[in-house]
């Protein structure tokens, strides 16, 4: 089965910090993806990365950055921490190969930021 | 651009009675689709998926979905809803480079 971890289920941080949010998967995927769940808003892309350090800004990529330093790896940055960052957000990940667009999703971390 | 469109943000449905979830999607090629249901404080898990041939197709949890192509639809189904259903469902389009558009979701409640 397809493995896909994040570092904190749930993570307070004040205004201004940076963040980091970890992702990782087990299944040497190629392809991995950064979202934003928002009540009434659905997931929505906020960066994605096809290969070792390769990103491509998604719909949302404003106040984030990413990194890809190994291909299991993919986290995703706050560089300064705002209240409407606070969001629940999910990484999902998918083999270059694959015949469609099944992405496998990891648990999501919830933020909140004070 | 591509889009999906949940109509409905909730639905209740009783123990035992059917459940059909809405979906409506914007897509100029022939879509790959997609419905994910997530319990609460969970990831996605995937249900079931579209690519090509049957447009009825089948899902894990009894879940089924039919494609539409003349409505633009791809609504999910299911005959009989168990109290261990309740959650938010989301509907998505694949586009290009392995992609995912998502609906807004729909969360389900199902009563006793």
């Known amino acids: 089965d397809v493995k896909v971890t994040q570092s904190s289920r749930y993570l307070v941080k004040r205004t201004g910090e940076k963040v980091f949010l970890e992702c990782v998967q087990d299944?040497?995927?190629?392809?991995m993806f950064w979202y934003r769940q928002d009540p009434g808003l659905g997931l929505r892309l906020i960066y994605f990365?096809?290969?070792?350090?390769?990103?491509e800004k998604g719909d949302i990529p404003e106040g984030y950055s990413v990194s890809r330093e190994k291909k299991e790896r993919f986290s995703l940055i706050l560089e300064s921490a705002s209240t409407n960052q606070t969001s629940m957000y999910l990484c999902?990940?998918?083999?270059?190969?694959?015949?469609?667009?099944?992405?496998?999703f990891g648990p999501g971390t919830r933020l909140t930021v004070l | 651009a591509q889009s999906v469109t949940q109509p409905d943000i909730h639905i209740t449905v009783s123990e035992g009675a059917s459940l059909e979830l809405r979906c409506n999607y914007s897509?100029?090629?022939?879509?790959?689709l997609f419905w994910y249901v997530q319990s609460p404080g969970q990831g996605l898990q995937l249900l079931l998926k579209?690519?090509?041939?049957?447009?009825l197709v089948q899902g894990i949890k009894g879940f089924e979905a039919e494609f539409k192509r003349s409505q633009s639809s791809f609504n999910l189904r299911k005959p009989s809803v168990h109290w261990s259903d309740a959650a938010e469902y989301f509907c998505?389009?694949?586009?290009?480079?392995?992609?995912?558009?998502f609906g807004t979701g729909t969360r389900l409640l199902v009563s006793p």
């Open positions: 999902a990940s998918i083999p270059k190969l694959s015949s469609g667009n099944e992405q496998f």
């Open positions: 299944m040497d995927h190629e392809n």
């Open positions: 990365s096809y290969d070792v350090k390769m990103k």
């Open positions: 897509y100029g090629a022939t879509p790959y």
């Open positions: 579209y690519f090509s041939g049957d447009t």
């Open positions: 998505a389009v694949g586009t290009g480079f392995q992609k995912l558009v």
